[in-house]
Nanobody, 119 residues
Framework: QVQLVESGGGLVQAGDSLRLSCAAS????LGWFRQAPGKEREFVAG???????TYADSVKGRFTIARDNAKNTVYLQMNSLSPEDTAGYYC?????????????????WGQGTQVTVSS
């Protein structure tokens, strides 16, 4: 069982930046998902243990995912935030080696951190 702990959410204005962190208790590919009220949980970005990275089209060029293997921590740097980015952000891990975009393929989930972007 891998435990995941997110941090770094908050309330910001449009155009601002935030950095989310996800500390993992074990080695696992890590993905970031988000869920806005009334919407389905959607993939944002992910990074495999080997460093392969995948982004959702909606965040390409604005968000950057990176991991510090020594700390078992993954970071999501979010720039040029807009109100459409407002959601609960969740870190997720899986037993397989690669990143997938389907929430159902992940085995471990953090408690989530709220990101609110005001216009």
């Amino acid at each position: 069982q891998v435990q995941l702990v997110e941090s770094g959410g908050g309330l910001v204005q449009a155009g601002d930046s935030l950095r989310l962190s996800c500390a993992a208790s074990g080695r696992t590919p890590l993905g970031w998902f988000r869920q806005a009220p009334g919407k389905e949980r959607e993939f944002v970005a992910g990074i495999s243990w080997a460093g392969d990275i995948t982004y959702a089209d909606s965040v390409k060029g604005r968000f950057t995912i990176a991991r510090d293997n020594a700390k078992n921590t993954v970071y999501l740097q979010m720039n040029s935030l807009s109100p459409e980015d407002t959601a609960g952000y969740y870190c997720a891990g899986r037993k397989g080696p690669v990143i997938t975009t389907a929430p159902g393929s992940y085995d471990y989930w953090g408690q989530g951190t709220q990101v609110t972007v005001s216009s």
